[in-house]
């Protein structure tokens, strides 16, 4: 079995991987048609929150502007889109967003996460650890998971992804969905990985940072939030096109909870979640507003 580990220093590996993995592709999904919504939704046409540009993502190893517009917008090959390239350039991006945050946050350091590409000949299935359920996933399994065990596993089952631009979101049928959606549930999971290494980081440090309580739904929101502010880099670096916004808040009200359910949080909450981190870019006012116990301990407010 091959891992993909992401971080700065080991991105270039990351790279070169790549290429096997591609090969060995097992999803791909119909080329989405485009939307006919007129114009990118801007972070500050979202909300009357000021919002500004982030610092771009590190020089080292950057990869040139076109191929990553490319990459981020849903990939093209033979007419096909190649899920799993998709997948990891996102994955990618992300790591690139959150090294930039934890390199400028004081008494964080570079956060390290394996990711998972589930129906990749080299991965056909995967375990999960015993402390996360210990559940085999093949690549039509019908969720994507973060295990905290170890460094962190972000696990993405790829034909369950290549059913996104089908319209089919994880057994739900938002009005819209496609690359965006799709790109929101991996950095979704990546942000309950941000979650962990905060909580871990500094608890290390002595800051008694306190974890979520079982079933907290605010767990989820933030993962949400943080979602949202890789979305507010991702619009500034020109990967926003025109119906991506619509996906984005389709899906996400998709597996809102339902009355009688406070798990995940409604519909409204998940999409004020989001729309939290895209109209301000800001990490820390996720982190006020959905993890007020760590909050208070960082002194933040």
Known sequence: MRLVVISMKTRLRARLLLAAIVGAAMGVAPVAEASSTDAAFSPARMSSLPSQPTPPPPEEEELPEAENREALRSSKSGGEINVPRFLSKVTQDADRV???????????????????????????????SRACGGATIDTDHKNAYYCSTGEGDIVLPVNTFARIWQGDFFGRAPKNTGDFAAAFVVVHEFGHHIQDEILKQYNERGVPVPNYKRNDKNKELIADCFAGTWAFSAYYKGFVEPGDYDEAIDSVRAIGDPPGVASHGTPDERQAAFEEGYNTGEPTRCIIRYWPGAAAALGLS
């Open 98 to 128: 959150w090294v930039d945050y934890f390199a400028q946050t004081p008494g964080l350091e570079e956060p390290f996460v394996t990711y998972h590409l589930v129906g990749t000949t080299q991965e056909p299935t995967y375990t999960l």
